[in-house]
């Protein structure tokens, strides 16, 4: 726990998150020192606390950034291929990103715990 730094990613409650803010207490009489770690949640925007021993393990998520391009638009989701596997799927629209997508631009997203989300709209 104690490699934590705002930045990197942790799994808090199920949910893989963006470390934020990391404050540490000494160590007491009887015990090792205590983290607190606050992380932004990557999908949902929710923001989780950590609490633990500086020596307690925490998982990390396994994050791909990976790069598509836009079959279709239909609403507030987009059909992306892949731009090395060629595999086709749905992805939602992130509210900052209405607008902005449309059928054969490039796109960047994430993939995490099996979940994909929409990060960046290339123009062209």
Do not use: W
């Not at 989701?77 to 799927?89: K, R």
């Not at 992805?91 to 989300?117: F, M, N, T």
Request: proline share 4%; aromatic share 4%.
């Amino acid at each position: 726990m104690k490699e934590l730094k705002p930045g990197k990613y942790v799994m808090i409650d199920g949910e893989p998150c963006k470390v934020v803010e990391v404050s540490t207490s000494a160590p007491g009489k009887h015990g090792s020192a205590k983290m607190r770690v606050v992380g932004i949640g990557i999908f949902d925007n929710q923001k989780r606390s950590l609490f633990g021993s500086t020596g307690d393990d925490v998982e990390a998520p396994i994050i791909e950034r990976k790069r598509g391009q836009v079959i279709s638009v239909s609403g507030d989701s987009a059909q992306i291929m892949d731009a090395t596997t060629y595999e086709t799927f749905d992805i939602a629209i992130p509210e900052d990103l209405k607008g902005q997508v449309d059928a054969g631009l490039e796109v960047e997203y994430i993939e995490a715990v099996g979940r994909k989300l929409l990060t960046r709209v290339h123009k062209q």
